[in-house]
């Protein structure tokens, strides 16, 4: 039975980025033996989803994919979790959500239905890319400054921290990017990166136990 | 004015302040910004029409800049 079960659509330039870099995540649970569902591709649709929780029962999941203050959004943003209409489907689960928004009102609304912790984002994640990488998002330096830090509460997670030492962990990574461009004079125009790091470490927020471990 | 959501009309001296700083960043043309669920991404120059029209992502974009400013006033490396 799969331990987690993480989302990844990839039917344009934000979830292709998301697609491959949480690559990263499943490297490091097949290095530790740590058994998962991996749902990609046109594959991530509500049917398949709803399904996959009721046979694996997954104490937690990742979602990758577009969304709102009331939605997580799959593969060609089909909404998966619907705030007052399937989010019941997270009862007892830990959640990473690395959708926009959805913290904001579908996360709140998870909660009062028994989801166990919902880490996500209260308003939109933004990420810089180098659109000379775009066809290769793993070798996208700038990319990573956003999508390391978010791999690292991910992976934190999997490694048995709480989910609040998991989100202060990624909050770290976000802070030591932002050290990075405010010692580096060699990215012209770094504050404006600075700024986008430090609006998504504001806005990843813990729902919930704080204290739920994997 | 305080900026406190995305619905309140934007002060045009903050708006101002927002312009400024992004004609002023010198972001190489090739780093481009995605902002949720946005299909394509934002240029500088995008940036600069989308605060000026004070559309949703123009605003998400001054949101941005004063969280910035926000967290320089209480120390950046203790944020």
């Known amino acids: 039975m799969a331990k987690f079960l993480i989302t990844r659509p990839n039917h344009d330039t934000v979830t292709s980025y998301l697609f491959h870099w949480s690559k990263k995540i499943l490297d490091f649970a097949s290095k530790n033996s740590i058994s998962f569902l991996d749902i990609t591709g046109d594959n991530v649709n509500k049917k398949n989803v709803e399904s996959y929780f009721k046979k694996q029962n997954p104490k937690l999941v990742f979602f990758n994919g577009h969304g709102d203050d009331n939605c997580i959004g799959g593969f060609k943003d089909e909404p998966l979790i619907e705030s007052g209409k399937n989010e019941h489907l997270l009862k007892d689960r830990i959640v990473y959500s690395l959708s926009c928004n959805s913290a904001k009102v579908l996360g709140r609304e998870s909660i009062k239905k028994g989801t166990e912790t919902f880490i996500g984002y209260e308003d939109s994640f933004m990420f810089y890319t180098d659109s000379e990488r775009e066809t290769t998002p793993l070798k996208d330096k700038i990319a990573s400054s956003f999508l390391q830090p978010s791999n690292e509460l991910s992976i934190s997670l999997l490694k048995n921290k709480t989910a609040e030492e998991a989100s202060i962990k990624s909050k770290d990574a976000f802070k030591k990017e932002t050290r990075k461009f405010l010692a580096s004079n060699s990215i012209e125009g770094g504050e404006m990166i600075i700024m986008a790091l430090l609006w998504n470490m504001e806005n990843q927020i813990v729902l919930g136990n704080k204290q739920a471990r994997f | ?79």
């Open chain 2, 1 to 79: 004015m305080e900026i406190k959501n995305n619905e309140e009309k934007i002060n045009e001296d903050i708006k101002e302040l927002v312009l400024f700083r992004i004609k002023s960043s010198k972001l190489s043309p090739s780093i481009k910004l995605f902002i949720g669920n946005s299909q394509a991404p934002l240029t500088t120059n995008d940036l600069i029409n989308h605060v000026k029209k004070e559309d949703e992502i123009g605003k998400k974009i001054i949101a941005m800049q004063m969280n910035y400013l926000r967290v320089l006033k209480k120390g950046i490396m203790q944020c």
